[in-house]
């Protein structure tokens, strides 16, 4: 019975992909030309992420430990109780 079900459910998963092209719906239209440009982009172009999206790795991996740096800006949270430094009289 186990098998059976397990069938069906497997079944089930793969009548749910859809296989034609993506498209407009009746009665839709693509967005409006960006500002400074006279025509719509088409469909394609909308679809192609831009340069940004996918920036390129510019640091080099470390390949070995190394001792961090002292950061200034490594501050306690600001809910923490900050020490008082005044001098004791």
Do not use: H
Not at 26 to 45: D, T
């Amino acid at each position: 019975m186990r098998k059976v079900s397990a069938l069906v459910l497997l079944l089930a998963l793969a009548a749910c992909g859809q296989r034609s092209a993506l498209g407009l719906k009746p009665g839709q239209q693509l967005p409006p030309a960006p500002y400074g440009r006279s025509q719509k982009p088409q469909a394609v172009e909308l679809m192609e992420p831009p340069t940004i999206a996918i920036p390129e790795r510019s640091v080099e991996l470390r390949t070995r430990s190394e001792p961090r740096e002292d950061d200034p800006f490594d501050l306690p949270p600001p809910e923490a109780r900050q020490p008082d430094n005044s001098p004791s009289q």
